[in-house]
């Protein structure tokens, strides 16, 4: 079955770059979510989108930013990178209008700011 | 708002042995309970779920009762394997439908 793709997996910044990172839903799936997680942390939620809409912001910086195009993959851009932005990023989808629905989460870009 | 608060680990096992990782969570409403599993430098993969007071996820051997009078999602296993070595994550999702996870707890299973 197709699963939910992340692109680039690993990525090497310096600091005060830039970095967009990519992820592409299974498909059907119309909801986007966002998390990072830093070493030996729990994955925090950064941002949700839902038809191309933004639907719930979490702890996400200023710096960032994120959409949801018309074939539902999204983007997460990253501006000034700091050293505290290295992290493991997952994009997760679900298929919305289903009770419950699970969030099904790609394999993650891990990104290390130097 | 939503938190959850996990057994702090990490836990070591030898094989065969019986587990169990707590799990209580604080919420408003009816959430709904989930186990994520994260092996070395992989995502996150879903283990089971439940979504109303009384439930019983279960996959793969591991099982876990939503109990909303205690408000828990203790998991368990009766058996752990070699290959059960991962960090286990409990979350949740509320009226706001992004997961709020507990910190985690790496399971290593010894031969």
């Known amino acids: 079955a197709a699963g939910v793709i992340q692109s680039p997996r690993h990525l090497i910044k310096e600091k005060r770059e830039t970095a967009t990172l990519k992820c592409y839903p299974i498909?059907?799936?119309?909801?986007v979510y966002w998390y990072q997680q830093g070493p030996g942390q729990d994955p925090q939620f950064l941002i949700s989108?839902?038809?191309?809409?933004?639907?719930d912001k979490g702890s996400i910086p200023d710096r960032f930013s994120a959409q949801q195009f018309s074939d539902y993959h999204s983007e997460l851009n990253m501006s000034s990178l700091e050293l505290g932005d290295s992290a493991l990023y997952f994009c997760?989808?679900?298929?919305?209008?289903?009770?419950?629905?699970?969030?099904?989460f790609g394999p993650g870009t891990r990104l290390l700011v130097l | 708002g939503n938190s959850v608060t996990q057994m702090e680990g990490p836990v070591t096992l030898s094989e065969e042995a019986f587990l169990t990782i707590n799990c209580t969570y604080t919420?408003?409403?009816?959430?709904?309970l989930f186990w994520y599993v994260q092996y070395p430098g992989e995502g996150l993969q879903l283990l089971l779920k439940?979504?109303?007071?009384?439930d019983k996820g279960s996959n793969k051997g591991f099982e876990a009762t939503y109990r909303k009078e205690t408000t828990s999602f203790h998991l368990e296993k009766g058996s752990v394997q070699v290959s059960d070595s991962a960090v286990y994550f409990c979350?949740?999702?509320?009226?706001?439908?992004?997961?709020?996870f507990g910190s985690g707890t790496q399971l290593t299973v010894l031969p």
């Open positions: 997760a989808t679900q298929k919305e209008g289903i009770a419950q629905e699970t969030q099904y």
């Open positions: 498909p059907r799936h119309d909801t």
């Open positions: 989108f839902y038809e191309k809409m933004q639907s």
């Open positions: 919420a408003t409403g009816y959430p709904s």
């Open positions: 439940a979504t109303k007071a009384d």
């Open positions: 979350a949740l999702t509320g009226s706001a439908r992004q997961l709020t």
